[in-house]
């Protein structure tokens, strides 16, 4: 195992990913391609894991755990979009 801490976006994907019930981030991705409407997105805020329905573009949506506009589609995080 690499001691290399994983960046704050990896962990949220790898977070987002097991609480949208996939086993592998590349799942998650696949599946979100396939559908176009809309996509898992994750509050970014330390601490705050909330999750939500978004746009698959979205980078700035509202988290109304901690209210900010700090949730980031799947598509977002990964880089893909
Ligand atoms: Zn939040």
Redesign the pocket.
Known sequence: MSNIALSQKAQKLMRLCDLSGFDRVDDLLLAMVLKDTSCPAI?T?EG?D?TADMEPDQDQGF?E??G?N?LLSVLVLADLI
């Open positions: 509050c805020t705050c909330h988290c755990v901690c900010g700090t």
